[in-house]
């Protein structure tokens, strides 16, 4: 039992004295995926003619901000912009992980 209440009490004493460790900041927000995560690289490829708008929301597979733009915003980071044009989000509608006629 003594052995018990110096190992407890040894490591309240290494865990007390450890400094504070912080992340470091959020500089950007990379993201993949498809149509739920594309802020307008399908738009982009297609020139403008797919999706239609209305009813989506410039070129965004949806009717307002996709998840990653609520995201970046909730992190205090500017929105993310289509791979097409030089941004960092590299979602396309309609991408998949394998083909019909792979894994089933």
């Not at 950007?28 to 209305?54: E, K, M, R």
Request: charged share 15%.
């Amino acid at each position: 039992m003594k052995r018990l209440i110096l190992a407890f009490i040894g490591c309240f004493f290494l865990t007390w004295q450890a400094p504070e460790v912080k992340a470091g900041q959020f500089t950007q927000l990379v993201a993949f995926g498809d149509s739920l995560t594309d802020v307008g690289n399908v738009y982009h490829i297609t020139n403008g003619t797919f999706p239609v708008s209305p009813p989506y929301d410039q070129g965004r597979f949806s009717d307002g901000p996709v998840w990653v733009e609520e995201l970046a915003s909730r992190m205090g980071l500017p929105a993310p912009l289509p791979s097409s044009e030089g941004g960092t989000d590299f979602a396309f509608g309609g991408a998949e992980t394998h083909t019909a006629s792979g894994l089933s």
